[in-house]
């Protein structure tokens, strides 16, 4: 089996930075696509729920004028 680690990589000031989320997944279950978890694993809505508040927190912080 093949895992990936779930994380978000997002750019300000051309530096690239990662946000680790803290699960890993069997790559059969990652969507590409729509980069989301596949509805067949079985945790799929709970991570795909945590993805969506982590990637609105970080939305809001490289929107933020710091």
Same mark, same amino acid.
Not at 3 to 11: A, C, I, S, V
């Given at each position: 089996?093949?895992?990936? /680690?779930? !994380? /978000?990589?997002? !750019?300000k000031n051309s530096r690239s930075n990662y946000h680790y989320i803290g699960h890993y997944i069997e790559l059969e279950y990652w969507n590409e696509k729509n980069i989301r978890v596949r509805k067949s694993h079985p945790n799929a809505a709970n991570l795909n729920n945590l993805l969506v508040k982590k990637l609105s927190k970080a939305n809001k912080m490289l929107i933020s004028p710091k």
């Open positions: 089996m093949i895992y990936t /680690l779930l !994380q /978000l990589e997002f !750019q």
